[in-house]
């Protein structure tokens, strides 16, 4: 199994920026791939953002492109989303969580993500 701790979350106003990390341990080298999902209060949890270990190839849902940027330290087994232009629709609370190894092709917000990390709030105020 592979271990996730989120850091980084806070309060900001609108306009602001944040950058969340998200540390792995344990069988990292199962892991496929890292994504970002936030839940925000009485929603649905949603795909934020995804990069590959590998490549670093990345998705982005439509709501955060060009605002968000996912990247990736091998060598730290740590990723991070670095959050930019935030809008108070961004509050939620955020997690990580880890993917292994698909079958086939498939886009990254769909992989099957079974490993998550415990969440870190994010708060943008108007």
């Known amino acids: 199994q592979v271990q996730l701790v989120e850091s980084g979350g806070g309060l900001v106003q609108a306009g602001g920026s944040l950058r969340l990390s998200c540390a792995a341990s344990?069988?990292?080298?199962?892991?496929?791939?890292m994504g970002w999902f936030r839940q925000a209060p009485g929603k649905e949890r949603e795909f934020v953002a995804a990069?590959?270990?590998?490549?670093?190839?990345?998705e982005y849902a439509d709501s955060v492109k060009g605002r968000f940027i996912i990247s990736r330290d091998n060598a730290k087994n740590t990723g991070y989303l670095q959050m930019n232009s935030l809008k108070p629709e961004d509050t939620a609370v955020y997690y990580c969580?880890?993917?292994?190894?698909?079958?086939?092709?498939?886009?990254?917000?769909?992989?099957?993500?079974?490993?998550w990390g415990q969440g870190t709030q994010v708060t943008v105020s108007s």
């Open positions: 990069v590959r270990w590998s490549y670093g190839v990345t």
């Open positions: 969580a880890a993917a292994g190894l698909p079958s086939g092709y498939q886009r990254l917000s769909l992989l099957l993500y079974d490993q």
């Open positions: 344990g069988r990292t080298f199962s892991s496929y791939a």
